[in-house]
């Protein structure tokens, strides 16, 4: 399913009939679409529903309960609630919320029905796998162009694109009225190419290189710094292997401990026979 196309349920109200409604509005203290705006914690789960809800779509579920659509974005059904209620979604007691007429509230909400052209800006690796990338076009968002400044890339295809000299880029972003930009360069070019992005008109960035950058306001930046999350990662695993070695340690002591317990009565019971200990282990041995 393409974000740009209306989904069928899209464009109507939810039956009354159906039932009360799940919960009811929030009240004018809450932030909400139509007052204050959505709060940034809630934009940044949107996209997360929206997934579950292509899934969802995906296998022919025409509705979902609350409960449901929370496990599958991995948050309470409470949140998921009162994340909705600012898109004015409430759900149907009973029946639960209309998959496909959420997708295109969720969508709206996130400005996917329509096409953002990106420029991406840095044709390595990085820049390939982006542009390679099919993800993008189904979430509306369409590669205008690949740029770089390494004479063995410029000129050459990729995903269909031929890759542009960056010098072209404040022309390309005027052409194909770029609005968001992605830069997959070395940290040691990534402010400069911000500061042409901004510049030329772009807006929103998003950052792949190693650097925090500098913009002015009025400018979004999110930045995805993949060895960030690794080290993150790496933090809980040490945590985990060091309560698995503290577990094992631990589970050994008592071993040896029961071990030793056994020893000392042996020798015990063996002092009250009168056996010497040089005796007792011939005896052991013979009968072996």
């Known amino acids: ?24 509005p929030p009240t004018s203290g809450e932030q909400t679409a139509g007052a204050n705006g959505i709060p940034e914690a ?14 969802l779509a995906e296998r022919g579920v025409s509705t979902v309960a609350s409960e449901e659509l929370a496990a ?5 059904s409470a949140k998921l609630r ?11 007691r009973g029946v639960g919320y209309d998959v496909d007429y959420l997708v295109y509230q969720v969508s709206r909400t996130l400005g996917l029905t329509q096409d953002w052209p990106v420029v991406i800006v840095g044709a390595g690796n990085l820049g390939h796998a982006l542009a390679n990338y099919g993800g993008f076009v189904s979430r509306g968002f369409r590669i205008a162009a ?23 880029l404040e022309a390309i972003v005027a052409r194909h009225r770029v609005a968001i ?24 960035i998003l950052n792949f290189a190693p650097l925090v950058l500098g913009v ?3 400018v979004d930046v999110r930045k995805v710094d993949l060895s960030i999350e690794l080290q993150i990662l790496a933090f809980h695993a040490q945590r985990r292997s060091a309560g698995s070695r503290a577990l094992i340690a631990s589970a050994e002591n ?26 007792a282990a011939h005896l052991e041995a013979a009968q072996a």
């Open 1 to 24: 399913m393409h974000d740009n196309a209306m989904p069928s349920g899209a464009g109507k109200d939810l039956p009354a009939s159906l039932g009360d409604p799940e919960q009811m």
């Open 42 to 55: 809630t934009v940044a789960r949107l996209p997360v529903y929206l997934r579950a809800l292509y899934g």
């Open 72 to 76: 599958a974005a991995g948050v309470n």
């Open 82 to 92: 009162k994340d909705l209620s600012h898109l004015g979604s409430y759900g149907i």
């Open 146 to 168: 690949l740029l770089d400044t390494d004479p063995a890339i410029v000129g050459s295809r990729v995903a269909k694109l031929t890759v542009r000299h960056v010098d072209e």
């Open 181 to 204: 930009g992605v830069i997959a360069t070395p940290a040691g070019s990534a402010q400069g190419v911000c500061d042409r992005l901004v510049s030329a008109g772009v807006t929103s």
């Open 216 to 218: 002015p306001e009025g």
């Open 254 to 279: 008592g071993s040896a401990a029961d071990n030793n317990g056994a020893a000392d009565n042996n020798g015990a019971a063996d002092a009250e026979l009168g056996v010497s200990p040089l005796e």
